[in-house]
């Protein structure tokens, strides 16, 4: 029993909102005195004179030492049984492992408050909601930290544990794609990019999106189910140098995000992409037997553009001859389409390009086939998920990553918009 609480210590005010903040204040601080005695009071992580240490040598008792921690609660101080190593000076607190404390000052509720928060938002916003709806006060450096390193453990999991499913239909779509993200100047070094003088701002972030389409909309054209989509990306490399055997690391991020979702199990597999040639190297390597299908819309802005390299970008002439080559492709008259750009290519490179592009792309481009068999044929949940993942939270105003931070975020948000942070958190509490 806390005992009988006095006038004093009622919290007085004026007005209903004033009292509640009041209220709440001292309930915490309450409710936070009894978690810290709760604590102190067990002694169980006093393990004798002396425990092991991970060199293999002996670490000796030295006494108990405190660390403040932040929690849901408020900050307390924990009084923890401290060794040290003779051998090594590695230093261990067994309550610290016990409370998974050790990478930190932040309890896990207050972690897990961070992860969920800094995955929407910056990290100074993340410390201004964190105090406003919880009244826990960390500081955006310290969000930034502890995301980051939140992040980090979230991608080693991923890349580790696996636990393959059922596809949840019998068609399955896997698209890849990618998008630049904003990065600081250190990271760019030696890096060709797209700036007049050929230098890059932006590294490629390379994104897998697994969903299933059974859904129709009024026209019968199939969309997105509902709660389907889960997304892993993630800046690396998506080629393998002629001498290495194994998968490239994006590859391998692919295999392991089509093993998960169960789309190498599904009966009807379909890969989904833009022209890139990383895409169906990827897609060939891994999903021989796959149905292979270049985004439509992609497709026809390829005519489009060419089209305005022809006849020049203002030119109605530009605009009823791309019409044209689009409805040659909508209804599968693809031979006429390729003579249309044919009679172009001797004068034309962008013609003579785009020739090249459709004539090697054609297997990919059999929309009408497609639609008789139910298939989409765009790539838009790909393209809406390079915004939701790296777009909404890493190419706001001002913003400049590091590698590291930048894949840590990433994976902290692959992880929140696939539905798979409660099972994170799930796997590392039972850990």
Not at 267 to 291: M, S, T
Request: proline content about 3%; overall charge neutral.
């Amino acid at each position: 029993m806390l005992g009988e609480i006095t006038d004093a210590q009622v919290p007085q005010a004026t007005d209903l909102e004033s009292l509640e903040v009041a209220a709440r204040g001292y309930a915490l601080e309450m409710a936070a005195g009894i978690l810290e005695a709760a604590l102190n009071g067990d002694h169980s992580d006093y393990r004798g004179s002396q425990i092991r240490c991970r060199c293999g040598g002996s670490a000796r008792y030295v006494d108990r030492r405190a660390k403040t921690v932040v929690t849901v609660l408020g900050e307390i101080t924990l009084r923890r049984a401290y060794y040290c190593c003779s051998e090594c000076g590695h230093g261990i607190t067994p309550k610290d492992r016990a409370l998974n404390l050790s990478t930190g000052s932040l309890s896990p509720g207050v972690l897990r408050m961070v992860g969920t928060t800094a995955a929407l938002v910056s990290f100074q916003e993340t410390d201004e909601l964190l105090e406003s709806l919880a009244g826990v006060r960390i500081g955006a450096k310290h969000a930034e930290r502890a995301a980051e390193s939140l992040g980090e453990a979230i991608a080693t999991d991923e890349s580790v544990r696996l636990h393959s499913q059922e596809p949840c239909s019998p068609t399955m779509y896997l698209g890849m794609d990618g998008t630049g993200a904003p990065m600081r100047r250190g990271e760019l070094a030696g890096r060709a990019g797209k700036q007049p003088d050929g230098s890059a701002k932006t590294r490629e972030v390379k994104m897998a999106t697994v969903w299933s389409a059974d859904a129709r909309d009024h026209d019968g054209t199939p969309v997105r189910d509902p709660g389907s989509v889960s997304y892993n990306a993630a800046i690396e490399s998506a080629s393998t140098a002629d001498t290495e055997a194994g998968l490239s690391p994006f590859a391998m991020r692919v295999q392991r995000e089509a093993s998960r979702r169960g789309f190498d199990l599904a009966k009807r597999q379909v890969v989904i992409g833009d022209g890139a040639k990383w895409i169906w190297n990827i897609a060939d390597e891994l999903f021989p037997e796959a149905i292979q299908i270049i985004d439509l819309y992609h497709a026809k802005g390829t005519l489009s553009d060419t089209a305005k390299a022809i006849f020049g970008a203002e030119s109605e002439l530009a605009h009823a001859w791309a019409k044209a080559r689009h409805e040659e492709l909508d209804d599968g008259r693809f031979d006429e389409l390729l003579a249309a750009l044919m009679r172009h290519q001797q004068s034309n490179d962008s013609a003579r390009t785009c020739h090249e592009y459709f004539l090697a792309n054609r297997s990919r481009m059999r929309y009408p086939q497609f639609r008789r068999l139910g298939l989409c044929t765009s790539s838009g949940v790909v393209e809406a998920g390079c915004k939701l993942v790296v777009g909404t939270r890493l190419k706001r105003a001002g913003m400049h990553w590091s590698l590291f931070g930048a894949n840590s975020i990433i994976a902290l948000r692959c992880c929140k918009l696939s539905q798979r942070y409660d099972e994170y958190w799930n796997s590392r509490s039972s850990a």
